[in-house]
Nanobody
Framework: QLHFVESGGGLVQPGGSLKLSCSAN????????IGWVRQAPGKEREAISC????????NYADSVKGRFTISRDNIANTAFLQMNNLRPDDTGVYYC?????????????????WGPGTRVTVSS
């Protein structure tokens, strides 16, 4: 079962930073494309970033490009999302997923089950 446990969320002021982590639960993530997806209150889920298994290719949604950085540590079986210059519209629950591939359209399938997510609130 492809499943992650996310952490690192919290309350931050606009312009602040957070670093999210997601640990693969019960499987070796080194073989998989990993993505981050978020869901703002009252909105549909939005794919925001992905990284291939070697970490050498990443993609970002326009909404986070230049502010967020995805990375991974295959030895630690953990992926990360460094979020800088946070804005109120970044508020939501953030999830890690396994994707079929990593491209800029984020239209390819997501595999496995959704973890608990980690909540990010950007507010003054």
């Amino acid at each position: 079962q492809l499943h992650f446990v996310e952490s690192g969320g919290g309350l931050v002021q606009p312009g602040g930073s957070l670093k999210l982590s997601c640990s693969a639960n019960g499987f070796n993530m080194q073989y998989y494309v990993i993505g981050w997806v978020r869901q703002a209150p009252g909105k549909e889920r939005e794919a925001i970033s992905c990284i291939i298994n070697t970490g050498t290719t990443t993609n970002y949604a326009d909404s986070v490009k230049g502010r967020f950085t995805i990375s991974r540590d295959n030895i630690a079986n953990t992926a990360f999302l460094q979020m800088n210059n946070l804005r109120p519209d970044d508020t939501g629950v953030y999830y890690c997923v396994v994707r079929e591939m990593c491209d800029s359209k984020f239209e390819n399938p997501i595999f496995g089950s959704w973890g608990p997510g980690t909540r990010v609130t950007v507010s003054s």
